[in-house]
């Protein structure tokens, strides 16, 4: 018994540094592949299933939606169970990448396959954020916030370097999705690493017990209330900001590389190269935002990257060639994974407590605008595939949120 617990002890991961780079490979895999690997090689999976804009937008949807409903999982996690739904779905993310390899499935299968990576994504997104902050020290949150954060980047880059690497090859989007699937599967194990040590291992929490789905409901409730108490205003403007934040970045981060290879037909793989500027120019935000925000506060910056998306989604409108769509893709990358590190850090700060819930419950208002947002632009596309109407749109919308974030900043001055 004694030797069990020296190994566990010894595999045990606790240094804060190694803690936020096991945050940012989870998020690598859970966004980066989960999620944003569609982007990357949905000209290939057009290309070779014969698919059209129409299906494509839904197959996208279809993810959002998935994304929501793992959001409103995430809300009903107790934080004592935290790192074990984070196991779970983790796996069930890597799962799904691996299956997208299957041959001549039908478009129902499909479906239901990015539908589950849609639940996974956003139940480890909310519940890797909030395992892997709540271990790091007050002095060097920000910081290390930044690099778990930076995960999506790191995950947008490898998927646009793997999807390039794997076509010059000659395969295609099945292999692609089995490599990143495998190449997935070391986090299994340095999650178990970071898992909670509780004080008597072979018990179980004085607080654990099997609740009716009713008595659940009913403690969920009481959880909203408590969570909301005298911030209700403060919630409801942030989410809906951040309704409308996915809602206006989703056209660029869906049909960018469909767009490149409209637009840009002289240079191959050009929709994989702008795809991977996204990702590094992800990567390198979160450190600078997050040094901005320690200066000016999350808000101030929040307000700042919003109005920088939209200048971005109206640069592919404005200029025409190639300088229109690499801008996007700069402004998209430096913007995105900021706007949503500063909404859930003010989320969360707004009550401390209810971090699960109040991240969850923003997650959800985001993964709506995501599922709603596709189908817009492909509505607004019509027979010719023409997405400046789409990307006008999210440019409203985006400002819209930008007033509703001015007024959520207001509403704080009020509550303080």
Not at 145 to 164: D, E
């Amino acid at each position: 018994m004694t030797t069990a617990f020296k190994s566990r002890a010894l595999s045990t991961i606790t240094n804060e540094t190694a803690i936020a780079c096991i945050g940012l490979y989870c998020l690598a895999v859970v966004m980066g592949y989960g999620r944003f690997l569609f982007t990357a090689t949905l000209p290939d999976i057009m290309v070779q299933l014969s698919l059209s804009t129409s299906i494509a937008g839904w197959l996208a949807s279809i993810n959002y939606i998935g994304y929501f409903i793992g959001a409103l999982i995430a809300m009903f996690v107790p934080q004592r169970l935290t790192w074990l739904m984070l196991i779970l779905w983790t796996m069930v993310s890597i799962v799904t990448t691996m299956l997208l390899m299957v041959p001549e499935m039908s478009l129902n299968t499909w479906y239901v396959i990015r539908l589950l990576s849609g639940i996974a994504s956003g139940v480890a997104m909310i519940l890797s954020s909030s395992l892997v902050i709540q271990r790091f020290s007050h002095a060097r949150r920000s910081v290390l916030s930044a690099l778990h954060y930076a995960g999506i980047g790191v995950g947008i880059s490898a998927s646009a370097i793997l999807t390039l690497w794997l076509l010059t090859l000659g395969y295609h989007f099945d292999v692609i999705w089995l490599s990143a699937g495998i190449s997935s599967l070391p986090l299994l194990w340095l999650l178990f690493a970071i898992r909670p040590s509780p004080s008597h291992p072979t018990e179980l929490p004085r607080d654990y017990q099997r609740s009716s789905i009713l008595q659940t409901y009913v403690n969920f409730k009481r959880s909203l209330y408590e969570a909301s108490a005298g911030h209700t205003k403060s919630i409801v403007l942030l989410s809906a900001s951040y309704l409308l934040a996915g809602f206006g970045y989703i056209t660029s981060a869906t049909f960018l590389p469909v767009m490149a290879a409209q637009r840009l037909t002289t240079q191959t793989y050009a929709g994989l190269l702008i795809w991977l500027v996204v990702g590094i120019f992800a990567m390198l935000s979160n450190p600078l935002w997050g040094a901005l925000a320690k200066r000016i506060g999350e808000t101030k910056t929040l307000m700042g990257l919003t109005v920088l998306q939209v200048l971005g989604m109206c640069l592919p409108i404005w200029v025409e060639g190639s300088v229109g769509l690499y801008g996007n893709a700069i402004i998209l990358g430096l913007t995105f994974v900021g706007m949503v590190s500063m909404t859930l850090t003010l989320m969360k700060n707004i009550n401390p407590a209810y971090s699960n819930l109040l991240m969850g419950l923003a997650t959800l208002a985001y993964a709506l605008g995501q599922f709603i947002g596709p189908l817009v632009t492909v509505a607004l596309a019509g027979q010719d595939d023409n997405f400046n109407a789409g990307l006008l749109v999210a440019a409203i919308g985006l400002v819209i949120g930008l007033i509703l974030i001015y007024f959520f900043r207001r509403q704080s001055r009020m509550i303080r």
